[in-house]
């Protein structure tokens, strides 16, 4: 799978352990930075991941910051990002199966390393359901983001 990664000065050491894990598991990563400590906007770092996304570089991204809301505001202001923070596997895993989730959002100071691979990992593993109900409950969502409303 094609992942773009993305984080600010707090989330950037949980993004490059997450980038070399998902590298080590075999996926394709892309790196939108920030690659240190100096402080910089996470939503520039939404919108790099949103613009890879956008023009098919990567099919899914994830996206570090403090606290990983800021992150998932920035990101669900681009069109066709479904982004949410993350914080135990049950959500990371569901968020894509039932939601179509193509954003992770973590917060470096909410969680650890350890714990953040394991939702990576459930999040990279877990596939759209082509459940009806799941289906008709997206299409709501789009028409939400066609209206801008």
């Given at each position: 799978?094609?992942?773009v990664v993305g984080a600010d000065h707090r989330g950037y050491e949980?993004?490059?352990?997450?980038?070399a894990n998902l590298k080590q598991a075999g996926h394709e990563v892309?790196?939108?930075?920030?690659?240190?400590?100096d402080s910089v906007d996470y939503p520039d770092y939404a919108r790099a991941i949103g613009q890879a996304l956008?023009?098919?570089?990567?099919?899914?991204?994830?996206?570090?910051?403090?606290?990983?809301?800021g992150a998932s505001i920035a990101a669900n202001k681009i069109h066709g990002v479904r982004a949410a923070i993350c914080h135990d596997t049950?959500?990371?895993?569901?968020?894509?199966?039932?939601?179509?989730?193509?954003?992770?959002?973590?917060?470096?100071?909410?969680?650890?390393?350890q714990l953040a691979l394991e939702l990576v990992q459930?999040?990279?593993?877990?596939?759209?359901?082509?459940?009806e109900r799941y289906r008709r409950r997206l299409e709501k969502v789009a028409e939400i983001e066609r209206q801008g409303r």
């Open positions: 799978m094609r992942i949980m993004k490059d352990q997450i980038a892309l790196d939108v930075g920030t690659h240190n400590a956008q023009d098919g570089r990567a099919e899914r991204g994830v996206l570090v910051c403090g606290s990983g809301v049950y959500s990371a895993r569901q968020g894509v199966e039932h939601d179509d989730m193509n954003v992770l959002c973590l917060g470096a100071g909410v969680i650890d390393s459930a999040y990279v593993d877990a596939r759209l359901s082509g459940e």
